[in-house]
């Protein structure tokens, strides 16, 4: 698998990627998160996985288990942590940390590297021995509230090392080594590899959305902390100069109990204009590709961001995008040369409008974002960097200096 790769970054990388994984034979390898679908997260480890196999990695995936009221407080840790204002109880810490004890007991946590996503599953190091541990945060702890921070600090000094997406996200009063990963999309995976443009056509003809006719999409899960009713208001601002459609396109993660209730919000806000078309998606990725290949403008408006792989597979599919000037996105877009930054809703609406009426200013954008995605955020080069990781801290006291 990982040769089919050598088109598009050379062979050279292929030999330097094989070289590298080669020292990791023999050992096991354990990823755990929340969900083994919906979310980023999930996504990458869904293409990773398979690649580094291809290479001989013994590489193995499990995800936390817990019920209702697990996720209900896990969601509120995941607002909190963006600035969100929760309220928590005593309780509230006591079911995350219940099921997580629970989880110790039966996810077999016997390997040589464990690699922790996200909060969800973080008191899982309650079971380190002496193999090594590694949590990775993929999201923006820059406004994080005290009490929960607080609470997750006491876990995350027990890793070995951490992983962020930009260094903003990085903590002065964490010891332990942290690095500095970007997160990656799969560039021959369904959602990105090219695709006829007769299928994009029916696609488009599916849905009812004219394909002629200008198109502004924002893929992604209904969440408040994407702001998909920023996005309507700003697509009704465009919609008073110039034609267009709206595609707000998404589903649901099997951790997240509140898309339910955001994508009610979202039809409302859509009162009745047919040019708003609210899609709520199973997990199909040809189907994502599509829309967003065959739309003129693809919107990132998050609140909050760690990093938008949506916003890196548009770019790699050379469409101009507009995204919220937060957290990592500021490190996947430079302003006015790969695409365009947005501190507002009006800001946004601005950038629709002249994205739409300059094409040649969006093509400019695009095809700089596209040859910017295959220079840092490919899966080649997120895989590469964590084989590197291991091995540094597998033999830190040798080459630290």
């Known amino acids: 698998m990982i040769d089919n790769y050598g088109s598009i970054i050379g062979e050279k990388e292929i030999i330097e990627l094989k070289s590298i994984a080669e020292k990791l034979k023999g050992k096991k390898i354990l990823n755990v998160n929340s969900t083994f679908k919906g979310g980023g997260v999930a996504e990458i480890l869904n293409k990773m996985i398979p690649i580094m196999e291809s290479m001989g990695i013994n590489i193995k995936w499990d995800i936390i288990k817990g019920d209702a009221d697990f996720y209900g407080v896990t969601k509120k840790f995941h607002n909190a942590l963006h600035g969100v204002k929760e309220n928590f109880s005593a309780e509230d810490f006591e079911i995350f940390l219940q099921t997580n004890n629970k989880n110790i007991e039966k996810i077999n946590l016997d390997a040589d590297i464990v690699f922790i996503h996200d909060p969800q599953p973080i008191a899982l190091v309650n079971a380190k021995k002496n193999n090594g541990w590694f949590w990775r945060c993929h999201i923006d702890l820059t406004n994080s509230d005290e009490k929960v921070y607080n609470f997750l600090k006491q876990f ?67 969440d408040r902390l994407k702001d998909p009713i920023g996005v309507i208001k700003a697509y009704k601002m465009v919609k008073r100069h110039v034609d267009c459609q709206l595609v707000l396109a998404g589903g649901g993660a099997d ?8 994508y009610e919000e979202v039809l409302e806000e859509k009162k009745d204009d047919p040019d708003i078309h609210i899609l709520m998606l199973a997990q199909n990725d040809i189907l994502i590709n599509a829309l967003q290949r065959g739309s003129t403008v693809i919107l990132q408006k998050s ?20 995204a919220s000037n937060v957290g990592g996105i500021r490190y996947q877009i430079t302003h006015k040369y790969n695409g365009l930054l947005s501190n507002s809703i009006e800001g946004t609406a601005h950038y629709i409008k002249q994205l739409i009426e300059n094409p040649e200013y969006a093509a400019y954008l695009a095809l700089n974002g596209r040859n910017h995605v295959k220079e840092n955020f490919l899966i080649t080069r997120h895989i590469k960097e964590y084989m590197l990781m291991f091995l540094t801290e597998k033999n830190k006291d040798v080459i630290y200096f």
């Open 156 to 222: 995350i000094s027990k890793y070995d090392a951490c992983v962020f997406s930009s260094p903003y996200f990085s903590k002065t009063d964490i010891e332990i080594p942290q690095y500095l990963i970007f997160p990656s999309i799969d560039p021959m995976s369904d959602k990105n590899k090219e695709l006829d443009d007769k299928l994009i056509e029916k696609v488009f003809f599916d849905f009812n959305i004219d394909i002629k006719r200008p198109i502004i999409t924002q893929i992604s899960r209904f």
């Open 255 to 262: 951790d997240d109990p509140e898309g339910a209730k955001v």
């Open 303 to 322: 609140l909050k961001e760690g990093f938008g792989l949506t916003i890196s597979e548009a770019l790699w599919k050379k469409k101009p995008v507009i």
